[in-house]
């Protein structure tokens, strides 16, 4: 399939997502505004190409879009279709009609409209938040359908060493935290959002929760000395997660920041269905394991089902003018010019993301609220 000169570049989320307990909304109209905010400006600097948005209700009809696959508008029915590589004419035509001529930049896309738009000669660049959330600021990854757009992705690959250090130096400022001693060989099973993509099936289209593993929980208490649970903030929204770890009454519950925990001599593995804290252990010298798989993964070298090649992690260039001139060059004319970069800075990611996920309590000067609380049991 060739590729078509776009002539409009457009902005995108996970349109297709309903917001949990308000299935009429979604939960990704955030994301494209943040996207929009980053990006409208150094897009206008280097080419002529109109930069405008698609959302749920702005440009997309996704009630009509479940209509037309005859599933209600529900949290299921993303999950069913959001893996698909193939979906019936008139979702796929609704979806091209929306992005034709266009060059898609997207966070986190779903791979059913990723696969459409690329069998039908669309250029997506999508971009989503890495599983290392420990660095100065939070770790972008991009990827393209285009391979002549990724060669010039792949030039700005972030230095993997580089969180190595980082994590050498939490692990060292947490020499002096006040902890709770944790047994030789403890695990550590983390929860997640129970409707979080990551805990989608890719075959299956469903949701996964800890129901599903069961006698992963059991081998998991067995291999091990003492088990520890940190439960998701948001995990008892939906799903069984909550409700199947509560039985296991040999787990203890805590709610220690993770990368304190990841810090003690203590603990020897991590666990988790498919979270991206798996993928952060090995940097604090733990084992990971995931009883599915991580949503995204940086050592993946091969294209996606739907089109996308492998994920490359940059730092904070991907929010300037000059990196976008020469990444869609091969796409389209831009404009010569030099552009002056921020100085580097500590967070500017992370706090324009609105989310930390745990790092910035261990960023700050060891103090009190670090102490965790670690109960003798999960029953309530």
Known sequence: MNTQAPNRILLAADFLR????????????????????????????????EVGTIAWGDGFDTERFYRTLRRPTSIESWAAV????????????????????????????????????????????????????????????????????????EKYRFDDSLAHQQAGLLRAKMAWSPFEPIPRDTALIVGQVGADSAL??????????FADYVEELFDVAARHESVLYKPHPYEVQYGESASVIARFKSFRRTDANFYQLLSQPGLGAVYAISSGCVSEAPYFGKSGECFYQTLHSLEEHTTQDWGLLALVAVDQNWI?????????????????????TLPSRAHRIRRSLNADWGFMPVDDVVASRLRPTLSRGLAR
């Open 200 to 209: 989608i099936h890719r075959e299956k289209g469903r949701l996964l929760s």
């Open 320 to 340: 300037t003018p000059g990196f976008w001139r020469d990444v869609i060059e091969p796409l389209a004319e831009v404009r010569a010019g030099r552009w002056n």
């Open 82 to 153: 959001h893996y698909s590589t193939e979906l019936p004419g008139e979702a796929e035509a609704m979806i091209v009609e929306a992005f034709e001529g266009s060059l898609v930049i997207g966070y986190e896309l779903p791979p059913c409209v990723v696969s459409a738009l690329h069998r039908n000669g669309i250029a997506v660049i999508d971009m989503v938040v890495t599983p290392l959330r420990f660095l100065d600021d939070i770790l972008i990854a991009l990827r393209s359908t285009v391979p002549a757009v990724q060669d010039r992705i």
């Open 18 to 49: 309903p917001l949990v307990g308000d299935v009429c909304r979604s939960s990704t109209v955030p994301h494209v505004r943040w996207l929009q905010a980053l990006l409208e400006w150094p897009l206008s600097q280097i080419c002529a190409l």
